[in-house]
């Protein structure tokens, strides 16, 4: 199948600022799916009770009638609510791992930043106490010992 090789990451760059406002984006779309939809698809499943103050004056009826067909068909119509449903609580568990998974990813690049940054002080307060090499007359430091 041939080799496959890692991405190119020369020239990467991370927005912790984005990634933050991707998970707050997610968020939301997770909340319209658990507040919008889900009420909607509640709604239909209410007026798919039908009108509850006329019971059914047939046995087995459905609000489609009492025919086999009628049957068949609000069979289908529960079933594919339930789909719905079960996809709806699926999509949304996915979102919340997906703002999770963005938030971690965020705060690991800002603990890396901070490492950083305190690794960069470090480096730059072990060079202010070094002491700068000799400058007379120009000359290279003579070591005691030959190559």
Known sequence: MGDIRPPDTGDL????????AAAQYVERLKQYV?????????RIKE???GDSTNSQAVANGT???AYE????????????????????KSLSQKLAG?????ED??????????RNAANGKEIERL???????????????TYPYTA
């Open 63 to 65: 609000p489609f009638g």
């Open 98 to 102: 997906l703002k999770k998974g963005t």
């Open 34 to 42: 658990d507040d919008t939809i889900s009420y909607e698809m509640e």
């Open 13 to 20: 760059q991370v927005s912790v600022e984005d990634l933050d």
């Open 69 to 88: 067909d009628a049957r068949m068909q609000w069979q289908a119509l529960t079933k594919s609510t339930a789909n719905m449903e079960m996809h709806l």
């Open 105 to 114: 990813i965020a705060q690991a690049f800002r603990d890396a930043e901070a």
């Open 127 to 141: 060079l202010e106490s070094a002491t700068p090499p000799p400058t007379a007359g120009g000359q290279p430091p």
């Open 47 to 49: 007026r798919m009770k």
